[in-house]
């Protein structure tokens, strides 16, 4: 159940990938997985047969979760939940936390252990391959699922753990008391917002092992599912200057400008690295 757009007829770039992920008729998660992927994924990434068999892999291992007995006979999402994370067969990474492998569906899939958001995207497309739509909320610091049928939340991160709206509520107030509650945390996360955060858990672990390909990736990534975040096309563009590319920074900076709120000071930038080139 691979799907198609993602291994054939791709773009070498793992950026431009998830650009067309995210820019169908119809964007699909697991195309969008997948493409986030390749971004950690170095010099396989820029190669089609190795994306492509990136994407069979994690195409193969969803369906064997899928497959096995517990999950193929769930009643529904919070059984389904339960078989993956309460049992154990999935748990958060507390040792290594937010590595580049926490952040990569394939090795999250083989290693069996992730980040809050990547685990419950793991939720999410096993969940449809059996017929129960899992939810996933992005509270700021942290990332839940829903089951849209009860509206209980589930901790994937900590195996599996059940809570209604009002204890959730309760747990963010005290681990956050400074943040004001929004009841928007609990609504779950359009696709362009998992994948900005995606990108953004990405950059962090690929700053963290010095991976400049991928910092710089996870940058074009955050750009591409947030067009108008003006502190991606900043970032991005910073690190862009920071290598040697300042006219391709300015450039960004008066492109983003056409279509930001902010475009006066995203122009007010470009002319300095411009005025740096005379």
Known sequence: MVPASVVSDVPSDPVDRLARALGGDRPDLEDVAVALTLLGCGPAATEDGDAAAVARDVGHRLDAEAATPDVESAGDALELTA??????RFTGDRIGYGSIDDNRLD?????????????????????????????????P?????????????????DLGR????????????????????????????????????????LRAACT???????IEWSWGAE????????????????????????????????????????????????????????
Do not use: C, K, Y
């Open 141 to 157: 610091g942290h990332v839940l699922t829903r089951d849209p049928v009860s509206g209980l939340f589930v901790d994937v991160f």
């Open 208 to 214: 963290r092992a010095g991976d400049r390909e991928g």
């Open 107 to 139: 090795r999250v899939l083989t290693r069996r252990t992730g980040i809050p958001l990547t685990l419950a995207v793991v939720a999410a497309l096993v969940g449809r391959r059996v017929g129960h739509e899992v939810e996933i909320v992005g509270l």
């Open 223 to 278: 750009v591409v599912a947030d067009p108008s975040s003006t502190g991606a096309v900043v970032g991005l563009s910073e690190w862009h200057a920071s290598r040697g590319d300042v006219l391709g920074a300015a450039r960004l900076l008066e492109s983003a400008a056409t279509r930001s709120p902010r475009a006066a000071e995203l122009r007010s930038r470009a002319r300095q690295l411009r005025a740096g080139l005379n």
């Open 83 to 88: 078989a993956l994370f309460s049992s154990g």
């Open 162 to 201: 059940r809570a209604p709206a009002e204890q959730v509520r309760g747990w963010f107030g005290r681990r956050h008391p400074s943040v004001r509650w929004d009841p928007g945390f609990l609504e779950p996360m359009s696709l362009p917002a998992i994948a900005g955060r995606w990108a953004r858990n």
